[in-house]
């Protein structure tokens, strides 16, 4: 237990500080540096369906919870290079479904593997040797290997940018029902340690959980 109380403060090694100008920088060198400090991210390993039928599967790792009623988490899918949109992103506006697949650190490399552009037609899902379980409300794939997921349907688009570079789109969905690996899930609560997540920090780094630290908020 910590011996800590109000007005302690806090004993911390920074010192200085380097501005960062964003205003003044490209979209790429902003990207960099804001994937770098917005960290550590969870890894959302999206599933949908084309409307043709094609599995697909890619993590994307600009993804949180947002509300709890309705259940909302979003992702946010920036356009390709040629300005194309992602698969994810077609299908989801095709489809209004997607599952978010929790990335465990027993993942990362058929995580780090989906992130690659993959051709259209290509169902990552069986590229890289994963297993599709049914979902109960959405037609898209759950990943057997994964130790949880939400099953979504579409509640808003929000474009963010002019559709260039830097710019993307806010997936919002609503989680219609959750699946928990049930070894990570006792009496009602979930158990973080189980869930091992993956997160992605800046570059091609990634963390894994590390300490558990609790700490509950007073009433003041
Ligand atoms: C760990 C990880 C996280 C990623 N997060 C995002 C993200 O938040 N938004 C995004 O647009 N692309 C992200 N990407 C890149 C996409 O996964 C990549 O463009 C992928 O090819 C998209 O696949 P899709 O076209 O099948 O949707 C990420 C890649 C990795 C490896």
Redesign the pocket.
Known sequence: MSNWKPGDGVKSPVENFKEIPFSQMEPAERYRHLISTVIP?P??F?S?VSKEGVG????????NALSSNPACVM??????GNGE???????IKDTGEFVVNF?ADWMIDV??Y?????PDGVD?MEVVGLTGLPSLKVKPKRVKESPAHLECKLHSLIPIGDGGPGS?TLIIGEVLTAHIWSEAYTDGRIDPKKLSP?S?LGG?W?GTLGDVLFRQIPSV
């Open positions: 991210r890894v959302a999206v949908t697909n599967l890619a993590p994307y790792s600009f993804f992702i946010s899918a920036s356009p390709l949109p992602k698969h994810t992103l077609r299908n990335s995580v780090a989906c992130g690659a552009a993959f990552e993307t993956l992605r091609a990634y």
